[in-house]
Every structure is written in structure tokens, then in C-alpha cells.
């Protein structure tokens, strides 16, 4: 065998010595990262966990000296109680486990048969998260020891925002610092537009659609909120939030009018990027719109966002001022529709590396 014909990590300890600390044959690794998930939802678990989100100046930017007084002696004396009962209202009890995470490890299967199917067993495919666990570094460790020279980094946010694809980012290259041999490394951008995304989510809504006995009057396209002066500071995140609902309605083959823009999960003082969804879903019922639907595209699994925030508080908002008919469109989570989609991106990616 000459030297043009072996593929790295194969022959190279042909004239080692004896002592030499083993080598693994190359290969190319795949991690997705999603938000990340409390191991469990009791009092400290929660603690922990909120702790390293909002700690995180990507999430939080406000100095330190300033806001970790307020989180650590006021904010998480008592926010773990009541995030741990939303949680335990959702909790995947058979699992023990978050619906995140189940859902997580189900579309990651799905990818890793896509994958093997596709490139071979020369590709391994792991998941982590940005806060919790597995974490990134962890997984990072692994995948370089079990020889992975190259990995490709997927964050799981259709639309870039700087506190959910660049903190993603962030925290993979600095467990990639810690390492000693350094893989090459390719994250992937946003995918908002493209076309096998937005096919996925115009068939969640043409599958819950065709199941309703009325057609809702207006459907509500609720993403995860930011503070409006990130948007001014040049975060692209809600011009990609307006696409998405437009390139959306545009594949339905609706009118404009018929989706409506909102965000969600407004924390703090200072404004948000509006319409908020708790509030809009309000003024709809008001204005007579009694029937809706809601969808979220920002997320590409089902969270406490859309499974207690959504079909709780903004649930009980519209009807409250009057709504008749609510209903929820789960996210994309590991429908066949979303796997295609996220292979194709992938595949996009992997230009180069895997054939």
C-alpha cells in the first residue's frame, strides 16, 4: 500500500514504536446541538440549569456586576419552583427525561440511519446541548477520540440568532480549544429559507388542517422573542422570522393576511419584539377571529415553550377574551418531512468531506 492510497488514520503505525498510544481511524463526525434541557425538575436540577442559561451573556448581556446579584440571590431563589412545576407538567415521566430530549434522541436516530444509509459507517452522528446535558464539551471529547478529524456542527435554530446559533457556536469552540488535535470544522448557517424546511412546515399544516372540522381564521406564526434592541444592534433574527411566515404562506398558496407574526416568551422590562403572542391571540378572539391556529417555526422540537407556554398561557389568553377554537401544530420534531430536510442541509455541508 503507497502512501497516496491510505486514507488517514489507517497505516500510521506501521513504523511507530512499540509504546505508541493508539491511533483511531479517521473519521467524519456530525453534532447537533439544541437548546438543552434540566436533568430533572426538581429545585436544584432547576437551579443548575437556569443558572448557566441565564448567566450566559449571549441570553443576558448585561454586566455582570450588575445582574448576577439580582439572578443568583433573587431570581433563582425562586424561579426554580415555578419553571420545575411547568416542567413536571410536561415531563416525559415514562423517560424520566424532558420531551426535548426525547424528541432530540429520536430525530438524531433518524439522521444517524439516514446517514449510515447514505455516507456509511465512516460518519458517526451525536447530539449535545448548550446548556445541560450532554454537553458540548463532553461530546466534543468523544467524538475527537473516537477519530473524528472533521465535524460538522449543526445548531438545531432554523432563523441565526446571536443567543441561540452564535452561543451554540460559541460554547463548540471553546470545548474544540481544550482539545489537543483539533478537527477541522464547519458550522452550518441558518436554514430558514430553505426550500425542504419550509415544505416540512407546509405540511404539518396541511396534515393538521385537513383533521378540523372548521378551517381556523387566521394562522398564528408564534417565534421565541427577543429584546428589540438586538434587532437594532444588527441581529437578523427578525427579518428571518418575517420570511419564514412569508415564504410559508407563499408555498400554501394563501393570501397575505392569513399567517400573522408574534413572538413569544417576553422576559424582562424592556420591549420585545412584537406583537407578542399572548397578546395578539387576545385581540383576535376580540375581534371576532374565533377560531385560530398556531404554529412554531423557530423551534424544531416541541419544548416548554410550545407545550407549556403555548398551550397554556397563550391558550387560555384567547380564550379567555372569547376564543372558540384553539389549535396547537406540533413542531417539526422527527417527522420524515424534517429529517429529508435536515439531510439535505447537511449534505450541503458536507461538500467536500463525505461523498
Known amino acids: 500500500m503507497d502512501a497516496e492510497t ?10 511507530a514504536p512499540a509504546d505508541h498510544p493508539p491511533v483511531m481511524n479517521a473519521r467524519i463526525g456530525i453534532l447537533v446541538a439544541n437548546l438543552g434541557t434540566p436533568d430533572n425538575y426538581d ?16 441570553v443576558i448581556d448585561f454586566p455582570a456586576w450588575k445582574w448576577q446579584p439580582l439572578l443568583q440571590l433573587v431570581i433563582l431563589s425562586k424561579r426554580p419552583f415555578t419553571s420545575g412545576a411547568n416542567y413536571k407538567s410536561i415531563w416525559n415521566h415514562d423517560k424520566g427525561e424532558s420531551p426535548l430530549m426525547t424528541t ?12 449510515s444509509a447514505r455516507y456509511g459507517e465512516g460518519v458517526m452522528v451525536e447530539f449535545c446541548m448548550r446548556y445541560g446535558n450532554p454537553s458540548t464539551e463532553s461530546v466534543v471529547r468523544r467524538m475527537v477520540a473516537a477519530g473524528c478529524e472533521k465535524i460538522v456542527f449543526l445548531p438545531l435554530y432554523p432563523q441565526y440568532a446571536g443567543a441561540t446559533s452564535a452561543t451554540a457556536n460559541d460554547q463548540f469552540f471553546r470545548a474544540l480549544m481544550k482539545e489537543k488535535r483539533q478537527p477541522a470544522v464547519r458550522t452550518v448557517p441558518e436554514y430558514f429559507d ?4 419550509i415544505e416540512a412546515l407546509a405540511q404539518s399544516v ?19 422573542g427577543m429584546p428589540k434592541r438586538y434587532l437594532m444592534e444588527g441581529d437578523p433574527y427578525h427579518c428571518q422570522c418575517q420570511k419564514t411566515s412569508r415564504l410559508l404562506r407563499e408555498r400554501l ?103
Not at 6 to 15: A, C, D, M, S
Not at 44 to 57: A, C, I, Q, T
Not at 194 to 197: A, E, G, K, V
Request: include cysteine; aromatic fraction near 10%.
Open 6 to 15: 491510505v486514507r488517514p488514520g489507517e497505516g500510521r503505525l506501521t513504523h
Open 43 to 58: 429545585y436544584w436540577s432547576m437551579r443548575r440549569y437556569l443558572s448557566e442559561f441565564l448567566s450566559d451573556k449571549r
Open 104 to 115: 432530540t434522541k429520536a430525530q438524531v436516530a433518524k439522521l444517524r440511519s439516514a446517514v
Open 194 to 197: 430553505h426550500p425542504l424546511y
Open 206 to 224: 396541511e396534515r393538521a388542517y385537513s383533521g378540523l372540522e372548521h378551517r381556523p381564521d387566521v394562522l398564528v406564526a408564534s417565534y421565541h
Open 253 to 355: 398558496g394563501w393570501a397575505q393576511g392569513s399567517i400573522d407574526t408574534t413572538f413569544q416568551s417576553v422576559f424582562g422590562r424592556e420591549e420585545w419584539l412584537r406583537p407578542y403572542t399572548v397578546e395578539h391571540v387576545a385581540e383576535l378572539a376580540s375581534a371576532g377571529r374565533k377560531r385560530i391556529a398556531v404554529i412554531s417555526p423557530a423551534f424544531s422540537a416541541d419544548c416548554i415553550e410550545t407545550l407549556e407556554e403555548i398551550q397554556g398561557e397563550i391558550r387560555e389568553a384567547f380564550e379567555h377574551a372569547g376564543g372558540e377554537e384553539f389549535t396547537y401544530i406540533p413542531c417539526l420534531n422527527d417527522d420524515d418531512a424534517h429529517i429529508v430536510a435536515l439531510m439535505a442541509v447537511l449534505g450541503a455541508n458536507l461538500a467536500g468531506w463525505a461523498v
